[in-house]
């Protein structure tokens, strides 16, 4: 391996001398590539090889190990920014980033990348698959297998694995899937909830102060409330029984199949169908 002590590097052919070019240091060949030196310009790094070409100029802040993030890239950082140099020494990601992760923590062959505070991701390729826009951007496969939890200006939606958005980020809250029915999950807007199936769809527009579990009163329907009213909407999100009652009690507590109901001042009964059967 070669050392090399001397700030004036002098490269010699048998043409005679080919190259020279001052450092305030220079390390050893072979420490971050096989044939290369890393060099030092006053607190800029950069690297020759070993017939004293410049190959990478000496303008960052740091160098990395090449391969320490991937495979013949070199984590580089200038101006307090972060990207790649591959081991040719071409800069295949600009240093524009604030952070670079690990290519395959979130995704395969990408790596999560932070720009003025928002969240995106970069491919191995150096592209970006999504640009730096998210305020969060979660795990993929923790809500939904190939989507990922995002955040934008207070709000939340998902994107998919091509990186596209597939619920727009628009809700204040988005539950787990299957938490009240399958494939189904809690929405909240403006402080009214909802739900949005496993497609991204509004299955129950977010218009309810509160939504019940499903079977807490009958098999298949959950109790909503809006403007102070009570109802229920069924397993395909209609509403079985439209929120007009003041108050609504469980199923059978009275009479089999029966649920007792307050409305307009008055008792009575909404049979298993929601149909009201008045009291005298």
């Not at 009570?230 to 209609?238: A, K, R, Y």
């Amino acid at each position: 391996m070669k050392k090399i002590i001397l700030s004036i590097f002098v490269a010699v052919s048998a043409s005679g001398i080919y190259a020279q070019t001052n450092f305030d240091k220079i390390e050893n060949f072979g420490d971050y590539k096989a044939d290369w030196a890393r060099v030092v310009v006053g607190k800029c790094y950069g690297f020759i090889d070993s017939k004293g070409n410049e190959i990478v100029p000496a303008i960052y802040d740091e160098i990395n190990q090449v391969g320490e993030f991937k495979h013949d890239w070199a984590k580089v950082k200038k101006n307090g920014k972060y990207g790649f140099i591959t081991n040719k020494g071409e800069e295949i990601v600009q240093p524009v980033y604030d952070f670079i992760g690990s290519f395959g923590e979130y995704k395969d062959i990408w790596a999560l990348v932070k720009s003025n505070g928002k969240f995106g991701f970069i491919n191995n390729n150096g592209e970006e698959i999504v640009q730096p826009r998210y305020d969060f951007i979660g795990a993929f496969g923790e809500y939904k297998a190939t989507w990922a939890l995002i955040k934008a200006n207070g709000k939340f939606g998902f994107i998919g694995s091509n990186g596209e958005e597939v619920v727009q980020p628009q809700y204040d809250f988005i539950g787990a899937f299957g938490e009240y029915k399958t494939n189904w999950a809690l929405i909240k807007s403006k402080d009214k909830y909802g739900f949005i199936n496993s497609n991204g769809e509004e299955i129950v527009q977010p218009v309810y102060d509160f939504i019940d579990a499903f079977g807490e009163y009958k098999a298949d329907w959950a109790l909503i409330k809006i403007n102070g009213k009570f109802g229920f909407i069924n397993s395909n999100g209609e509403e079985i029984v439209k929120p007009v009652y003041d108050e609504i009690e469980p199923f059978g507590e009275f009479k089999d199949n029966w649920a007792k109901v307050k409305f307009k001042g008055k008792e009575g009964f909404i049979n298993e169908n929601g149909e009201f059967i008045q009291q005298d």
